[in-house]
């Protein structure tokens, strides 16, 4: 039942608002014509519970437990160029954890729809136990911000990772090809690569080498992004003169722990052989 009184959060607006709006343009884009969404919020104890219903194309259940994945992809009955498992769940699942709360995703299958519940906590709770929004995640704002190139065809992807680099202070410029990164990074001269490593045309391994020749210098921090972590492209990225090697997905608070250690460590002193991060492998 809604509450008849109005219920308070206290907030960063435009990240709640932008996680919401990413809850919703998800719904939308996996619900057909002339389908429902329902969006409902309530008050229930302590917490603010706000749940986005939709009579779309749904999710299989093996999926479920990697919606909110970096990079996840899976066939949902749309042409893959649409896109991902879902536009920006990982930068969702981070807003709304960043303000003490959580996500969840459910559905009863393909074509049965799905739902995505989100649960923050209401005003005087907060009060109660002291807790901030951000205190759940490293707060930057005080570095100096450095550069950093992300090249991915995944477009999804790019952008939600984009997002969470500038919300953690640093400077970001994004590319979908070899080509294009080039171009940026002679203008951008970028502290920080990370490059997917199957691009169309160049793939990210031949992107790093041009990077190393273009920017003539060792102290650029390349990262390559994959979904395969067999030992032939490990190889393939030494080869390459690339520092690490991270296997997707790579966790937000992994990524961004990861980065700030890189800070202090230079880029020549920790290769791949003892650096690297690595997950489960995904196709």
Not at 3 to 23: F, H, M
Not at 177 to 204: C, H, R, W, Y
Request: no cysteine; hydrophobic share 40%; net charge negative.
């Amino acid at each position: 039942m809604a509450s008849p009184e109005p219920v308070l959060l206290r907030g960063d607006l435009v990240r709640l608002a932008q996680a919401l709006a990413n809850i919703l343009n998800n719904a939308a884009k996996y619900t057909p014509k002339r389908g429902h969404i329902a969006l409902v919020a309530e008050r229930a104890n302590a917490e603010v519970i706000i749940r986005v219903r939709d009579d779309g194309i749904g999710i299989a259940p093996e999926f479920l437990p990697f919606v909110f994945d970096f990079f996840t992809q899976a066939d949902r009955s749309l042409d893959r160029a649409q896109g991902g498992l879902g536009i920006g769940l990982t930068l969702v699942k981070t807003l709304v954890e960043m303000h003490g709360g959580s996500v969840q995703a459910s559905s009863a299958g393909l074509s049965q729809g799905s739902e995505f519940v989100v649960r923050l906590p209401a005003l005087d709770a907060l009060q109660a136990n002291g807790k901030k929004p951000g205190d759940q995640h490293i707060q930057a704002e005080n570095r100096p911000a450095r550069r950093v190139l992300i090249v991915d065809d995944n477009q999804d992807a790019t952008q939600t990772l984009a997002t969470l680099m500038k919300m953690w202070n640093y400077e970001v410029q994004i590319a979908h090809d070899g080509l294009s990164a080039l171009s940026i990074a002679k203008t951008f001269q970028p502290d920080v690569a990370f490059l997917d490593v199957g691009l169309p045309g160049m793939n990210g391994f031949e992107v790093a080498k041009q990077l190393r020749r273009l920017l003539n210098h060792r102290s650029l921090l390349v990262v390559a992004l994959s979904g395969y972590g067999q030992d032939e492209h490990r190889q393939q990225a030494r080869e390459a003169d690339i520092d690490h090697y991270l296997v997707k997905p790579v966790p937000p608070e992994v990524l961004q722990d990861f980065l700030l250690k890189s800070e202090s460590v230079p880029a020549t002193s920790s290769r791949i052989t003892s650096g690297s991060i690595s997950s489960n492998p995904q196709d």
